[in-house]
């Protein structure tokens, strides 16, 4: 990998890394717990790609793919008291390596020579899997499997747009940078707008219009760290818009 291309993945692995280390943090885990969950964040998506190709995975050649989760963990344990009600951030550093490890996933594949919708397919398991990791460790629901949740789909845009700009020979390290950044954007806006998929079509049934028995509610999922911004982080937003247009 060259040198700048290596700068943006060491960029992700710390952006991932420091939302596990936050989450950590606002889950009362102590130093040494909160590093693991900073290690699997950063790493598991690369880790998990590498295997499927067959090699040795990057994180475990390239010893400085260590240092990352190690700073990040540092960083958040001087934090102290401020890191404990962390949320927003720990969204914002998921959003960044999300962008970031969706394009630069895209590329190792496609260096690999695989076919672009395998490359496509690997570039979003990149990109979601160390967060999926680390919100299983610390018994948060997985954004990716959140209904009130676009995740995947900035993903998905970024791998494919890696794939085509790959095809194109556009893709380098600048050209990356900007599509992480698209990435980033999209999924920080669908989730400052609650933008959602649409849910599984209900109230009918093939074998006729016969009214369906009433179901129990599902059990509330509890308080998860993903959930929709707070009406008082809306209203600030859009007030400081105004004022920037005004």
Avoid at 47 to 57: M, N
Avoid at 207 to 224: A, D, K, L, V
Wanted: proline share 8%; net charge positive.
């Amino acid at each position: 990998m060259e040198p700048l291309m290596l700068a943006l993945d060491l960029m992700g692995v710390f952006a991932f890394a420091l939302s596990g280390n936050l989450l950590a943090a606002r889950k009362d885990i102590d130093i040494m717990g909160s590093l693991v969950l900073g290690l699997a964040a950063g790493l598991g998506g690369g880790i998990t790609r590498d295997v499927i190709l067959g090699r040795v995975p990057a994180s475990l050649a390239e010893p400085v793919y260590l240092v990352p989760p190690v700073l990040s963990a540092g960083l958040v344990y001087l934090l102290g008291q401020r890191a404990h009600r962390a949320r927003v951030p720990i969204i914002v550093f998921d959003a960044m390596g999300l962008g970031v490890f969706a394009i630069t996933g895209t590329g190792i594949a496609l260096e690999a020579g695989l076919p672009v919708p395998s490359c496509v397919l690997l570039g979003v398991l990149t990109g979601v899997g160390g967060g999926i990791v680390r919100d299983v460790l610390a018994n948060e629901i997985p954004a990716v499997f959140n209904g009130s949740d676009i995740y995947l789909l900035p993903a998905l845009l970024g791998a494919i747009c890696a794939a085509a700009a790959w095809s194109l020979g556009w893709l380098n390290p600048l050209t990356a940078l900007a599509l992480a950044a698209v990435v980033f954007a999209f999924r920080m806006v669908a989730w400052f707008l609650q933008w959602q998929v649409p849910s599984p079509m209900r109230g009918w049934s093939l074998r006729g219009r016969r009214p369906e028995p009433r179901r129990p509610r599902p059990e509330p999922r509890g308080r998860s760290v993903f959930r929709r911004p707070s009406r008082s982080l809306v209203r600030a937003v859009r007030e400081r818009f105004r004022g920037t247009r005004s």
